[in-house]
């Protein structure tokens, strides 16, 4: 006999809000379609990313110079071309390395966020809370930091040290963290002084237990929506970078790089340079949607 699984009044309530908030969700997103319509495109991209290999039509790296510049299938006029989006100028196919150029993105992306968004929370962190002397020496390098412009000092960066996705991800983590920094700096000196966190302090709630329970709870949505936001700068940068030829290497398919190696055919053969550049808009475009969405879902000044 199979056993017989009993629920709980507790599991059923748990179920229940489960359900009650997925069900809010849900409305929110079709009384929002601009929040729907970046949902879509970031998950296409983030599918892209992982299963790149089973959607891809053909291999990124195979080229085929009878194929060169062929245009794409449903654009030529003779009905000979097998690619869907055209080729590139080596024959390699186009689709397939817009696909495959979707993990490189989203990596710069993910992994360059989640370093500046650990170090600025830290650092605004301790800076709202204990100010004085930290918070003013804090902020200094803060200011130092925004005296620089990025892609000069990425270009000093990449050129002394060489390309590389990770030396990438490294710059742009710890150039950003300032803004994290900022933004928290200022969120934290407010709501440190609201009477519950004065409560906490008075009944001998140590600094790391007030930061932990009281203080990061309400800046979380403000980390979340702004994570969102520097995922799709980091993707324009990174492209900007590989463009340049300081970001990827050339034998890894970018979207970046594609546009680099386009440059020369622009007049003859579109394809080559408008769809990795619509890949990088629709994404960048898909993330910014997602982040205003986001805002207006976590923000409780927004809600009325």
Same mark, same amino acid.
């Given at each position: 006999m199979e056993p017989v699984?009993?629920?709980t009044d507790q599991d059923i309530k748990i179920s229940h809000k489960r359900k009650s908030r997925f069900k809010k969700t849900?409305?929110?997103l079709k009384k929002n379609p601009s929040g729907m319509l970046g949902l879509i495109l970031v998950l296409l991209?983030? @599918?892209?990313? +992982?299963?790149?290999s089973i959607i891809a039509p053909m291999d990124p790296g195979e080229a085929s110079l009878t194929s060169r510049l062929a245009p794409p299938s449903w654009a030529d006029e003779a009905g000979e071309s097998t690619y869907f989006l055209g @080729?590139?100028? +080596?024959?390699?196919?186009l689709l397939s390395r817009i696909i495959a150029g979707a993990?490189?993105?989203?990596?710069?992306?993910?992994?360059?966020v989640i370093i500046s968004m650990v170090l600025g929370t830290v650092l605004g962190l301790i800076s709202g809370y204990f100010g004085k002397w930290l918070d003013d020496f804090i902020m200094r390098i803060a200011d130092i930091q925004l005296a620089f412009p990025f892609i000069l000092f990425a270009i000093i960066i990449m050129s002394v040290l060489g390309t590389g996705i990770w030396k990438i991800v490294l710059i742009?983590?710890?150039?950003?963290w300032v803004g994290f920094?900022?933004?928290?700096r200022g969120q934290v000196i407010s709501v440190k002084e609201l009477e519950y966190v004065q409560a906490a302090k008075a009944v001998g709630g140590t600094h790391f237990t007030i930061i932990r329970k009281h203080i990061f709870p309400n800046v979380l949505s403000s980390i979340l929506v702004l994570g969102t936001l520097y995922i799709a700068e980091f993707i324009l940068l990174e492209a900007s970078l590989t463009f340049l030829g300081l970001g990827v290497d050339p034998t890894i398919p970018s979207w970046g790089g594609m546009l680099a190696d386009s440059r020369n055919y622009i007049s003859t053969a579109w394809w080559t340079a408008t769809f990795p550049g619509l890949a990088i808009m629709l994404t960048v475009l898909g993330f910014n949607l997602l982040g205003d969405w986001l805002r207006d879902k976590l923000d409780p000044n927004l809600k009325v």
């Open positions: 699984v009993v629920q849900l409305t929110f991209t983030i @599918a892209c990313a +992982l299963f790149s @080729a590139d100028q +080596l024959g390699r196919d993990k490189i993105s989203l990596m710069v992306g993910f992994f360059g742009l983590g710890l150039t950003y920094a900022r933004l928290i």
